[in-house]
Structure formats: structure tokens, C-alpha cells
């Protein structure tokens, strides 16, 4: 069983960076699907990156296109979120998950594993 653990939250600045990181244990996941989501207070869990299992493609939702990588280290088995330009509105727990094998990583009920969130405040 894959057990997810987020760190590198923190509070910051408007325009200010953070690097979020996600340590994979229990077996590799080689191969998956790996995504980024974030929830804010009385909102619903929201889709903000994804990448592919070998790293080479990766999708962003519009509102971090420009501002955030996706990217990972298969043989660390880490996951990471490269966070630039930071706004208000990015404030919220951030969430890594592995998608279930075949599918597109696109959608919540498509993850099977989820870490407990990192908190990322940004002030202006």
C-alpha cells in the first residue's frame, strides 16, 4: 500500500514561492499518474496539476498555468510543486494523490492514495 506524506506549506507574501514536496513509501509508483489538488474553506476539492508516470507530460488547471511546475523523481519516489507568483486565491491545503492504473489523472475519484494536505497561506 502506498502511503503519501505532503511538506513545505507555509505563509507567505503575494508573488512570494514555495516548493511542495510529496514522499511516496510502501512500494514505487513507477508508472502512475501523480496530481496535485487543493481545497480552501467551503469549497470543494479542486484539480491543479497532473503528470504522467514517466514525467513527460504534465497538465495544469488555467488559473496556475504559467506560475506552477509539476514534476517528479521516480527513483526518490518524490513528488513536487514548484509554486511562483503566488496570489490570494492559492490559499488553501494542498493535497498530493496517485491516480488508479489507466486512468487520466484529471479527476478527484480517479486518485486511490492521498496525503493529508500541506497548509499554504498567502497574504497580500
Known amino acids: 500500500q502506498v502511503q503519501l506524506a505532503e511538506s513545505g506549506g507555509g505563509l507567505v507574501q503575494a508573488g512570494d514561492s514555495l516548493r511542495l514536496s510529496c514522499a511516496a513509501s510502501?512500494?514505487?509508483?513507477?508508472?502512475?499518474?501523480m496530481g496535485w489538488f487543493r481545497q480552501a474553506p467551503g469549497k470543494d476539492r479542486e484539480f491543479v496539476a497532473s503528470?504522467?508516470?514517466?514525467?513527460?507530460?504534465?497538465y495544469y488547471t488555467d488559473s496556475v498555468k504559467g506560475r506552477f511546475t509539476i514534476s517528479r523523481d521516480n527513483a526518490k519516489n518524490m513528488l513536487y510543486l514548484q509554486m511562483n507568483s503566488l496570489k490570494p486565491e492559492d490559499t488553501a491545503v494542498y493535497y498530493c494523490?496517485?491516480?488508479?492504473?489507466?486512468?487520466?489523472?484529471?479527476?478527484?475519484?480517479?486518485?486511490?492514495?492521498w496525503g493529508q494536505g500541506t497548509q499554504v497561506t498567502v497574504s497580500s
Open positions: 503528470i504522467s508516470g514517466s514525467g513527460s507530460n504534465t
Open positions: 510502501g512500494r514505487t509508483f513507477l508508472g502512475y499518474v
Open positions: 494523490a496517485r491516480a488508479r492504473a489507466g486512468k487520466s489523472g484529471r479527476y478527484y475519484y480517479e486518485y486511490d492514495y
